[in-house]
């Protein structure tokens, strides 16, 4: 259906917010998780909803211990 790209960002956010440091959620799995709530968005477009968010990639949040 039709969801704002403001809540599908604070989607992205707050899926981004709860991932394991340890190994963090690629833009391709937020799509996944997106899609079984039944919003269809694009890799491309979640890669750009999450840098206008200032959120670094996967492999730059990736904390190393």
């Known amino acids: 259906g039709d969801v704002s790209s403001s809540s599908i960002k604070d989607k992205i956010k707050s899926i981004i917010a709860a991932e394991p440091a340890d190994r963090p959620i690629s833009d391709q799995e937020i799509v996944d ?8 968005i694009a890799r491309r477009t ?5 840098e206008n968010l200032g959120i670094e990639s996967s492999s730059r949040r990736k904390k190393l211990f």
Do not use: C, N
């Not at 979640?46 to 999450?50: E, I, Q, S, T």
């Open 33 to 40: 998780i997106l899609k079984k709530e039944q919003i269809d």
């Open 46 to 50: 979640v890669a750009k909803y999450r």
